[in-house]
């Protein structure tokens, strides 16, 4: 029996409070942490890991947590699968780093290959081509990056309510400035906040809040002046926000008519959480760049720039890059998670999920009238919290039931400019008796909460 199946059968799924939470020892290793480390790291429930299996979090104190954040859609396989350790495990033996850019390995290239194969637009007579590197963040940066180069534009054109990471450019991309670039100024320049399409709030069709989108940009911006438009698919920080149907394909071909280079920021709806390997399949849309990260090597840090190879072509040898991009170990384990997706049918789990856990949330949102609407897609789903009868978010209700949830021994977390929703990001495996179990908590929660 291998170490992995061992960890595996060593924590069962399943829900176990054996102490106040956090508990004494994560209560005391917080406070070594205060002394150490800076607050403007924050952590949304301070119990300290130990071991981690698949929907399960063990904390210091014993305590079985039933994640229901997956580190914010990264273990969207789950923590430590069987065959990501044993692909990382195996590649940790061989070697761990050389430098892609200084002598290279074969796992770059495997993933850069499982991406052509997957990113819709790409094909086997013409792939897209992929950077790696290590974080969202640096992921974005580097889209912009290459549209810029490509077009020979300065301006980028993002969505309200997007979140593109914590660099300094990608921070001043954000459409929350407090916290991401609070104080951290001057924010870069050249970027220019579109109105999206948010259905629950702005009623608009698709092609309507295209049009309003497009206006805008042609108002403040003006095509010619534009290299990119990043847009999530499937708003991740901004409340799980989907668009209404039609809008994605009418930014898409106007991007097209004007040598506008359209970037999917993949990060989080990307993966197979959403049912299919990248959530924009589902919009009928090709992007010209397709970004890769959290859940793409199940757990280590990896991402991937994945783009038209006319577009990732014009960058001069050098000009791209960066010491970790692309570890050999990260690689591997994405090389797993992509074999797995077929192996364990998680596109197919990941609408078994929509169905289950949606199907429950739409019956809690019967139930409780703080709740207005459940959406999302696969195993990326959200419920907006308000203030009955009206379209207000309630925050404070928000913090209430993820607080009475996390006593209860599940995690979660809000999302949304103004906290207005909670977003479920469970693993792909959750089996539907734990997925029961989180939503009689969360029934719980609500009652609890709004009594
Ligand atoms: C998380 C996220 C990022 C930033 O990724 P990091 O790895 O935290 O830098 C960028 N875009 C989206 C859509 C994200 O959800």
């Keep these: 029996m291998s170490e992995a199946t061992l960890t595996e059968t060593s924590i069962p799924q399943k829900r176990l409070v054996v102490t106040e939470i956090p508990g004494p020892r994560s209560r005391e290793i917080h406070e070594r942490r205060r002394a150490v480390v800076p607050p403007g790291v924050h952590s949304v429930l301070p119990v300290y890991v130990e071991r981690a299996h698949d929907s399960i979090l063990v904390d210091a104190d014993g305590n079985h947590i039933v994640d229901v954040c997956g580190g914010i859609g990264v273990t969207t396989i789950g923590h430590t699968d069987d065959a990501v350790v044993a692909a990382a495990t195996a590649q940790l033996n061989k070697v761990t780093h050389t430098l892609f850019t200084m002598t290279p390995y074969e796992p770059y290239v495997q993933v850069a290959e499982h991406l052509a194969q997957h990113v819709p637009g790409s094909t086997a007579e013409a792939p897209y081509k992929t950077l790696l590197m290590n974080s969202g963040a640096e992921a974005v940066e580097n889209g912009v990056k290459i549209a810029r180069k490509h077009t020979g534009r300065p301006g980028v054109a993002v969505l309200e309510h997007a979140y593109h990471g914590r660099t300094m450019l990608t921070s001043s991309m954000n459409f929350k400035g407090a916290p991401y670039a609070q104080g951290y100024g001057p924010r870069a320049g050249d970027i220019y906040k579109a109105p999206n399409s948010y259905p629950l709030h702005d009623g608009l069709s698709g092609a309507e809040a295209a049009k309003r989108t497009i206006a805008y940009l042609e108002k403040t911006a003006g095509a010619e002046d534009l290299a990119c438009l990043v847009v999530e698919p499937i708003q991740g920080e901004g409340g799980f926000i989907v668009p209404a149907e039609g809008y994605l394909p009418a930014l898409a071909e106007w991007c097209r008519a004007n040598g506008i280079v359209f970037i999917a920021d993949e990060v989080q709806a990307g993966m197979a959480r959403t049912g299919t390997v990248f959530s924009i399949e589902q919009f009928g849309v090709e992007p010209d760049i397709v970004l890769s990260a959290k859940g793409i090597a199940g757990g280590l840090p990896l991402a991937g720039i994945t783009g038209r ?143």
Aim: hydrophobic share 50%; charged share 20%.
């Design 309 to 451: 190879a006319e577009i990732m072509d014009k960058s001069q040898p050098g000009g791209l890059g960066g010491t970790f991009g692309g570890n050999p170990v990260s690689c591997a384990a994405a090389v797993a998670v992509f074999e797995q997706i077929g192996e364990q049918n998680l596109l197919a789990e990941a609408k078994r999920i929509e169905a289950t856990f949606g199907g429950g949330l739409r019956e809690l949102a019967a139930k409780h009238p703080a709740i207005a609407e459940v959406r999302g897609k696969g195993a990326m789903l959200a419920i907006e919290v308000v203030q009955p009868g009206t379209l207000e978010p309630d925050a404070d209700l928000v913090a209430r039931v993820i607080q009475e949830a996390a006593q209860r021994g599940v995690l979660l977390l809000s999302s949304g400019v103004y906290n207005q929703a909670i977003r479920f990001l469970p693993s792909l495996k959750m089996s539907d008796e734990l997925i029961a179990d989180v939503l009689l908590v969360l029934d719980e929660a609500f009652t609890a909460a709004t009594a």
